[in-house]
Protein backbone atom coordinates (compact mmCIF):
# COMPACT_ATOMS: atom_id res chain seq x y z
CA UNK A 1 0.00 0.00 0.00
CA UNK A 2 1.43 3.60 -1.09
CA UNK A 3 0.18 7.39 -0.54
CA UNK A 4 -0.17 9.16 -3.68
CA UNK A 5 1.29 12.81 -2.87
CA UNK A 6 0.03 15.04 -6.26
CA UNK A 7 3.75 16.65 -6.97
CA UNK A 8 6.49 17.07 -9.88
CA UNK A 9 8.01 14.07 -11.11
CA UNK A 10 9.55 13.85 -14.95
CA UNK A 11 8.80 10.74 -17.27
CA UNK A 12 12.05 9.40 -16.78
CA UNK A 13 13.01 10.56 -13.17
CA UNK A 14 11.63 9.64 -9.91
CA UNK A 15 13.33 11.87 -6.75
CA UNK A 16 15.04 9.11 -5.09
CA UNK A 17 14.44 8.72 -0.86
CA UNK A 18 16.11 6.73 1.61
CA UNK A 19 14.21 3.18 3.14
CA UNK A 20 12.42 5.03 5.59
CA UNK A 21 11.21 7.94 3.73
CA UNK A 22 9.59 5.53 1.15
CA UNK A 23 6.04 5.56 2.10
CA UNK A 24 5.10 8.75 0.40
CA UNK A 25 6.41 9.16 -3.05
CA UNK A 26 5.99 12.52 -5.24
CA UNK A 27 3.92 11.86 -7.77
CA UNK A 28 2.48 13.48 -10.83
CA UNK A 29 0.70 13.52 -14.72
CA UNK A 30 3.40 10.53 -15.75
CA UNK A 31 4.27 8.83 -12.91
CA UNK A 32 2.20 6.54 -10.82
CA UNK A 33 2.79 3.80 -8.36
CA UNK A 34 4.78 1.42 -10.68
CA UNK A 35 7.05 0.60 -7.20
CA UNK A 36 4.36 -0.44 -4.90
CA UNK A 37 2.28 -2.37 -7.91
CA UNK A 38 4.62 -4.11 -9.49
CA UNK A 39 3.44 -2.83 -12.72
CA UNK A 40 5.71 -2.69 -15.86
CA UNK A 41 3.29 -0.93 -17.74
CA UNK A 42 2.35 2.42 -15.36
CA UNK A 43 4.47 5.30 -15.14
CA UNK A 44 8.06 6.64 -15.30
CA UNK A 45 9.45 3.36 -15.93
CA UNK A 46 12.33 3.08 -13.19
CA UNK A 47 10.10 2.05 -10.01
CA UNK A 48 11.20 -1.30 -8.47
CA UNK A 49 9.03 -4.25 -9.67
CA UNK A 50 7.58 -6.77 -7.35
CA UNK A 51 8.90 -4.51 -4.20
CA UNK A 52 6.89 -4.68 -1.07
CA UNK A 53 4.09 -2.44 -0.20
CA UNK A 54 4.72 0.33 2.03
CA UNK A 55 2.23 1.97 4.65
CA UNK A 56 0.75 5.53 4.16
CA UNK A 57 0.66 8.07 6.37
CA UNK A 58 -2.70 8.10 8.76
CA UNK A 59 -5.72 9.63 6.48
CA UNK A 60 -6.44 11.27 9.75
CA UNK A 61 -8.15 10.32 13.06
CA UNK A 62 -11.65 9.01 13.11
CA UNK A 63 -12.52 8.79 9.32
CA UNK A 64 -13.48 5.70 8.10
CA UNK A 65 -11.61 4.40 4.76
CA UNK A 66 -14.51 4.51 1.79
CA UNK A 67 -13.83 1.60 -0.29
CA UNK A 68 -14.47 0.98 -3.67
CA UNK A 69 -13.36 -1.42 -6.64
CA UNK A 70 -12.71 0.19 -10.26
CA UNK A 71 -12.85 -2.78 -12.59
CA UNK A 72 -11.86 -3.19 -16.00
CA UNK A 73 -9.23 -0.24 -16.65
CA UNK A 74 -6.33 -0.61 -18.61
CA UNK A 75 -2.85 -0.07 -17.68
CA UNK A 76 -0.76 2.02 -19.31
CA UNK A 77 -0.75 2.60 -23.20
CA UNK A 78 -0.44 -1.41 -24.04
CA UNK A 79 -4.09 -1.86 -22.39
CA UNK A 80 -3.50 -4.56 -20.07
CA UNK A 81 -6.44 -5.03 -18.20
CA UNK A 82 -6.46 -3.74 -14.01
CA UNK A 83 -8.09 -3.98 -11.53
CA UNK A 84 -7.90 -0.87 -8.14
CA UNK A 85 -8.91 -0.63 -5.29
CA UNK A 86 -9.39 3.15 -3.45
CA UNK A 87 -9.20 3.53 0.01
CA UNK A 88 -9.24 7.08 1.36
CA UNK A 89 -12.32 9.06 3.90
CA UNK A 90 -14.99 10.74 2.33
CA UNK A 91 -14.61 14.15 0.23
CA UNK A 92 -10.36 13.66 0.05
CA UNK A 93 -9.99 11.86 -3.08
CA UNK A 94 -8.14 12.70 -6.35
CA UNK A 95 -8.75 13.37 -9.54
CA UNK A 96 -5.19 13.13 -10.26
CA UNK A 97 -4.27 9.75 -11.84
CA UNK A 98 -2.61 7.51 -14.46
CA UNK A 99 -3.29 7.80 -18.27
CA UNK A 100 -6.62 8.70 -20.71
CA UNK A 101 -7.46 5.44 -20.48
CA UNK A 102 -9.12 5.15 -17.32
CA UNK A 103 -9.92 8.93 -17.17
CA UNK A 104 -13.99 8.25 -17.41
CA UNK A 105 -13.94 5.53 -15.17
CA UNK A 106 -12.50 7.61 -12.99
CA UNK A 107 -14.62 10.29 -13.18
CA UNK A 108 -17.29 8.60 -12.80
CA UNK A 109 -16.03 6.40 -9.72
CA UNK A 110 -14.90 8.95 -7.78
CA UNK A 111 -17.79 12.36 -9.19
CA UNK A 112 -20.42 10.10 -7.69
CA UNK A 113 -18.41 10.21 -4.30
CA UNK A 114 -17.44 14.24 -3.96
CA UNK A 115 -14.56 14.14 -5.25
CA UNK A 116 -12.18 17.32 -4.39
CA UNK A 117 -9.35 17.82 -6.67
CA UNK A 118 -5.72 17.71 -5.08
CA UNK A 119 -5.86 15.60 -2.29
CA UNK A 120 -4.50 12.42 -0.87
CA UNK A 121 -5.91 9.07 -2.50
CA UNK A 122 -4.65 5.73 -1.10
CA UNK A 123 -4.31 3.12 -3.63
CA UNK A 124 -4.08 -0.67 -3.63
CA UNK A 125 -3.76 -2.60 -6.30
CA UNK A 126 -5.14 -6.21 -6.55
CA UNK A 127 -3.50 -9.33 -8.08
CA UNK A 128 -3.95 -9.23 -11.69
CA UNK A 129 -6.51 -10.67 -13.54
CA UNK A 130 -5.10 -11.21 -17.31
CA UNK A 131 -2.82 -14.46 -17.09
CA UNK A 132 -0.54 -13.01 -20.22
CA UNK A 133 0.81 -10.13 -18.36
CA UNK A 134 1.42 -12.18 -15.47
CA UNK A 135 3.53 -15.18 -16.75
CA UNK A 136 5.26 -11.86 -18.37
CA UNK A 137 5.90 -10.36 -15.39
CA UNK A 138 6.89 -13.53 -13.57
CA UNK A 139 9.56 -14.33 -16.06
CA UNK A 140 11.17 -10.84 -16.30
CA UNK A 141 11.61 -10.78 -13.13
CA UNK A 142 13.32 -13.84 -12.50
CA UNK A 143 16.00 -12.81 -15.74
CA UNK A 144 14.20 -16.14 -17.53
CA UNK A 145 14.19 -16.80 -20.96
CA UNK A 146 11.37 -18.49 -23.01
CA UNK A 147 13.38 -21.44 -24.12
CA UNK A 148 14.37 -21.94 -20.29
CA UNK A 149 10.61 -22.05 -19.15
CA UNK A 150 9.74 -24.53 -21.69
CA UNK A 151 13.25 -26.59 -20.86
CA UNK A 152 11.63 -26.84 -17.69
CA UNK A 153 8.23 -27.48 -18.34
CA UNK A 154 9.03 -29.61 -21.19
CA UNK A 155 7.35 -27.97 -23.70
CA UNK A 156 7.81 -26.00 -27.12
CA UNK A 157 9.21 -22.27 -27.08
CA UNK A 158 6.15 -21.63 -29.44
CA UNK A 159 3.76 -22.57 -26.60
CA UNK A 160 5.34 -20.70 -24.18
CA UNK A 161 4.66 -17.81 -26.38
CA UNK A 162 1.30 -17.96 -27.26
CA UNK A 163 0.80 -18.61 -23.40
CA UNK A 164 2.18 -14.50 -22.80
CA UNK A 165 0.29 -13.60 -25.80
CA UNK A 166 -3.12 -15.01 -24.48
CA UNK A 167 -3.49 -16.73 -27.56
CA UNK A 168 -3.93 -19.77 -25.14
CA UNK A 169 -4.67 -20.90 -22.00
CA UNK A 170 -2.79 -23.13 -19.77
CA UNK A 171 -4.56 -26.30 -18.82
CA UNK A 172 -4.59 -27.61 -15.44
CA UNK A 173 -1.52 -29.53 -15.02
CA UNK A 174 0.39 -26.89 -16.91
CA UNK A 175 -0.95 -24.39 -15.02
CA UNK A 176 0.27 -26.43 -11.95
CA UNK A 177 3.53 -27.04 -13.19
CA UNK A 178 4.26 -23.00 -14.09
CA UNK A 179 2.82 -22.37 -10.37
CA UNK A 180 5.52 -24.69 -8.94
CA UNK A 181 8.44 -23.37 -11.11
CA UNK A 182 7.66 -20.42 -10.19
CA UNK A 183 6.95 -20.86 -6.60
CA UNK A 184 3.22 -18.99 -6.78
CA UNK A 185 1.01 -21.20 -5.37
CA UNK A 186 -2.12 -21.92 -7.03
CA UNK A 187 -1.61 -18.37 -8.38
CA UNK A 188 -1.63 -18.79 -12.10
CA UNK A 189 -4.04 -22.29 -12.06
CA UNK A 190 -6.52 -19.38 -10.33
CA UNK A 191 -5.87 -17.13 -13.40
CA UNK A 192 -5.99 -19.69 -16.12
CA UNK A 193 -9.17 -20.99 -15.08
CA UNK A 194 -10.56 -17.38 -14.28
CA UNK A 195 -9.53 -17.14 -18.17
CA UNK A 196 -11.18 -20.30 -19.02
CA UNK A 197 -15.06 -18.74 -17.85
CA UNK A 198 -13.76 -15.55 -19.07
CA UNK A 199 -15.50 -16.46 -22.99
CA UNK A 200 -15.18 -13.03 -24.48
CA UNK A 201 -11.71 -11.81 -23.73
CA UNK A 202 -10.92 -10.72 -27.08
CA UNK A 203 -13.78 -8.22 -27.07
CA UNK A 204 -11.95 -6.14 -24.38
CA UNK A 205 -9.85 -4.13 -26.45
CA UNK A 206 -12.75 -3.24 -28.55
CA UNK A 207 -14.99 -2.50 -25.86
CA UNK A 208 -12.49 0.36 -24.70
CA UNK A 209 -11.36 1.72 -27.42
CA UNK A 210 -15.34 2.16 -28.12
CA UNK A 211 -15.37 4.02 -25.12
CA UNK A 212 -12.93 6.24 -25.32
CA UNK A 213 -13.61 7.11 -29.24
CA UNK A 214 -14.93 10.42 -30.75
CA UNK A 215 -16.24 8.78 -33.17
CA UNK A 216 -17.40 5.07 -34.23
CA UNK A 217 -18.50 3.99 -37.24
CA UNK A 218 -20.01 0.75 -37.87
CA UNK A 219 -21.56 -1.53 -41.00
CA UNK A 220 -23.77 -4.21 -40.40
CA UNK A 221 -25.27 -6.35 -43.33
CA UNK A 222 -27.45 -8.71 -41.03
CA UNK A 223 -27.67 -7.87 -37.82
CA UNK A 224 -28.71 -4.47 -36.33
CA UNK A 225 -25.35 -3.10 -34.67
CA UNK A 226 -24.79 -4.05 -30.94
CA UNK A 227 -25.01 -0.53 -29.88
CA UNK A 228 -28.00 0.14 -31.12
CA UNK A 229 -29.81 -3.13 -30.26
CA UNK A 230 -32.77 -3.19 -27.92
CA UNK A 231 -33.06 -5.44 -24.77
CA UNK A 232 -35.57 -8.20 -26.65
CA UNK A 233 -33.56 -8.07 -30.08
CA UNK A 234 -30.01 -8.81 -28.15
CA UNK A 235 -31.82 -11.69 -26.04
CA UNK A 236 -33.31 -13.20 -29.80
CA UNK A 237 -29.57 -12.53 -31.10
CA UNK A 238 -27.98 -14.54 -28.00
CA UNK A 239 -30.69 -17.10 -27.89
CA UNK A 240 -29.43 -18.65 -31.29
CA UNK A 241 -25.60 -19.71 -30.34
CA UNK A 242 -25.78 -22.82 -28.29
CA UNK A 243 -22.98 -22.02 -26.24
CA UNK A 244 -24.31 -19.06 -24.89
CA UNK A 245 -26.90 -21.36 -22.68
CA UNK A 246 -27.16 -20.24 -19.20
CA UNK A 247 -25.64 -17.23 -19.75
CA UNK A 248 -28.00 -15.10 -21.60
CA UNK A 249 -28.87 -12.49 -18.94
CA UNK A 250 -25.04 -11.54 -18.47
CA UNK A 251 -24.47 -11.23 -22.39
CA UNK A 252 -27.37 -8.49 -22.37
CA UNK A 253 -25.85 -6.98 -19.07
CA UNK A 254 -22.56 -6.73 -20.80
CA UNK A 255 -24.21 -4.93 -24.03
CA UNK A 256 -26.49 -2.86 -22.12
CA UNK A 257 -23.54 -1.13 -20.33
CA UNK A 258 -21.36 -0.67 -23.55
CA UNK A 259 -23.95 0.90 -24.76
CA UNK A 260 -24.45 3.46 -21.06
CA UNK A 261 -20.67 3.79 -21.68
CA UNK A 262 -21.04 4.86 -24.89
CA UNK A 263 -23.70 6.44 -27.08
CA UNK A 264 -25.84 6.57 -23.83
CA UNK A 265 -23.69 8.40 -21.33
CA UNK A 266 -24.67 12.03 -20.35
CA UNK A 267 -21.65 13.43 -20.67
CA UNK A 268 -19.83 13.37 -24.27
CA UNK A 269 -21.55 10.61 -25.41
CA UNK A 270 -19.96 8.68 -28.30
CA UNK A 271 -20.89 9.96 -31.68
CA UNK A 272 -22.51 6.70 -33.85
CA UNK A 273 -22.45 6.70 -37.21
CA UNK A 274 -24.14 3.36 -38.19
CA UNK A 275 -25.12 1.89 -41.72
CA UNK A 276 -27.17 -0.79 -41.88
CA UNK A 277 -28.06 -3.46 -44.57
CA UNK A 278 -32.06 -3.42 -45.30
CA UNK A 279 -32.55 -7.17 -44.59
CA UNK A 280 -31.00 -6.52 -41.56
CA UNK A 281 -34.49 -4.60 -40.12
CA UNK A 282 -36.56 -7.68 -41.70
CA UNK A 283 -35.07 -10.14 -40.29
CA UNK A 284 -37.11 -11.94 -36.67
CA UNK A 285 -40.13 -12.21 -34.79
CA UNK A 286 -42.53 -9.87 -35.62
CA UNK A 287 -42.90 -8.29 -32.53
CA UNK A 288 -39.45 -8.12 -31.73
CA UNK A 289 -38.94 -6.54 -35.30
CA UNK A 290 -41.44 -3.86 -34.27
CA UNK A 291 -39.92 -3.17 -31.17
CA UNK A 292 -36.44 -2.69 -32.67
CA UNK A 293 -38.10 -0.18 -35.36
CA UNK A 294 -39.26 1.60 -32.73
CA UNK A 295 -36.12 1.94 -31.28
CA UNK A 296 -33.89 2.95 -34.00
CA UNK A 297 -36.41 5.34 -34.62
CA UNK A 298 -35.83 6.88 -31.01
CA UNK A 299 -32.05 6.50 -31.22
CA UNK A 300 -32.01 8.15 -34.49
CA UNK A 301 -33.35 11.36 -33.18
CA UNK A 302 -30.03 11.52 -30.60
CA UNK A 303 -28.28 14.18 -32.29
CA UNK A 304 -24.91 12.21 -32.33
CA UNK A 305 -26.66 9.22 -33.49
CA UNK A 306 -26.69 8.63 -37.83
CA UNK A 307 -28.82 5.74 -38.93
CA UNK A 308 -28.32 4.98 -42.75
CA UNK A 309 -29.98 2.12 -44.74
CA UNK A 310 -28.60 0.28 -48.02
CA UNK A 311 -31.42 -0.90 -49.73
CA UNK A 312 -31.57 -4.33 -50.59
CA UNK A 313 -32.75 -3.53 -54.23
CA UNK A 314 -29.97 -1.26 -54.99
CA UNK A 315 -26.80 -2.37 -53.45
CA UNK A 316 -26.18 -5.13 -55.79
CA UNK A 317 -22.74 -6.90 -55.21
CA UNK A 318 -20.23 -5.04 -53.30
CA UNK A 319 -17.45 -5.23 -50.30
CA UNK A 320 -19.68 -4.90 -47.64
CA UNK A 321 -21.20 -8.53 -48.20
CA UNK A 322 -17.71 -9.84 -47.06
CA UNK A 323 -19.13 -9.00 -43.68
CA UNK A 324 -19.73 -6.59 -40.24
CA UNK A 325 -16.65 -4.56 -39.31
CA UNK A 326 -16.27 -1.72 -36.92
CA UNK A 327 -13.56 1.61 -36.71
CA UNK A 328 -13.06 3.77 -33.90
CA UNK A 329 -12.13 7.06 -34.14
CA UNK A 330 -10.19 8.91 -31.45
CA UNK A 331 -10.14 12.35 -29.74
CA UNK A 332 -6.13 12.27 -31.27
CA UNK A 333 -7.08 10.78 -34.49
CA UNK A 334 -6.07 7.14 -33.84
CA UNK A 335 -8.16 5.22 -35.30
CA UNK A 336 -8.72 0.57 -34.49
CA UNK A 337 -11.17 -1.47 -36.23
CA UNK A 338 -12.31 -4.80 -35.42
CA UNK A 339 -14.52 -7.40 -37.34
CA UNK A 340 -16.48 -10.15 -36.03
CA UNK A 341 -16.81 -13.83 -37.50
CA UNK A 342 -19.10 -16.76 -36.27
CA UNK A 343 -16.73 -17.44 -33.21
CA UNK A 344 -14.71 -14.66 -31.80
CA UNK A 345 -13.87 -11.51 -33.49
CA UNK A 346 -10.39 -9.73 -33.71
CA UNK A 347 -8.60 -6.54 -33.54
CA UNK A 348 -7.80 -4.38 -36.89
CA UNK A 349 -4.09 -2.04 -35.78
CA UNK A 350 -2.17 -2.07 -38.59
CA UNK A 351 -2.24 1.02 -40.75
CA UNK A 352 -2.48 -1.45 -44.05
CA UNK A 353 -5.32 -3.40 -42.70
CA UNK A 354 -6.72 -0.09 -41.26
CA UNK A 355 -6.63 1.32 -45.41
CA UNK A 356 -8.71 -1.51 -46.30
CA UNK A 357 -11.68 -0.99 -44.15
CA UNK A 358 -11.78 2.64 -44.72
CA UNK A 359 -11.94 1.91 -48.36
CA UNK A 360 -14.96 -0.52 -47.37
CA UNK A 361 -16.69 1.89 -45.60
CA UNK A 362 -16.23 4.54 -48.42
CA UNK A 363 -17.79 2.37 -50.69
CA UNK A 364 -20.95 1.54 -48.44
CA UNK A 365 -21.23 4.84 -47.44
CA UNK A 366 -21.71 5.78 -51.26
CA UNK A 367 -24.61 3.37 -51.21
CA UNK A 368 -26.22 4.30 -48.16
CA UNK A 369 -29.41 6.53 -47.97
CA UNK A 370 -29.42 9.99 -46.32
CA UNK A 371 -30.26 9.93 -42.75
CA UNK A 372 -33.62 11.48 -43.63
CA UNK A 373 -35.04 9.07 -46.06
CA UNK A 374 -33.47 6.12 -43.89
CA UNK A 375 -35.66 7.13 -41.62
CA UNK A 376 -38.45 7.41 -43.31
CA UNK A 377 -37.97 3.76 -44.58
CA UNK A 378 -37.98 2.70 -41.27
CA UNK A 379 -40.90 4.46 -39.80
CA UNK A 380 -42.37 2.69 -43.21
CA UNK A 381 -41.04 -0.60 -41.58
CA UNK A 382 -42.77 0.01 -38.81
CA UNK A 383 -46.26 0.96 -40.14
CA UNK A 384 -46.31 -2.71 -41.79
CA UNK A 385 -46.16 -4.25 -38.23
CA UNK A 386 -49.10 -2.44 -37.01
Known amino acids: MTEVVPGQCHQRRHRQRSQSQRQVRPCGEMCRLRSAMGCPFLGCGNGRRGSPALAPRALGKGRPPLT???????CGARGHPTRWTVMAPPSTFTLDHHG??????????????????????????????????????LRAARRLSQEKIAAALNVSKSLVQQFESGKLIPQEDTADRLDQYFGTGHEIRDLAKAAREDRQPW????????????????????????????????????????????????????????????????????????????????RGPRDIVKGQLGHLVDMGHRPHVKIRLVLAESEGIHVGLSGSFNIATMPDGRRFGHMDDQLTGHPVTSHSDLGHLELAWEEIDALALPVVQSRDVILRMLDEHK
Open 68 to 74: GTVHGGT
Open 203 to 282: LRPWVDHERRALLVRTWEPMLIPGLLQCEAYMRAVFSTVPRNAGRIDELIAARCARQANTILREENPVALSAIIGEMALR
Open 100 to 137: QETEDRWHSWIGQRGARPNSRVVIIMSDRHDLPHRLRQ
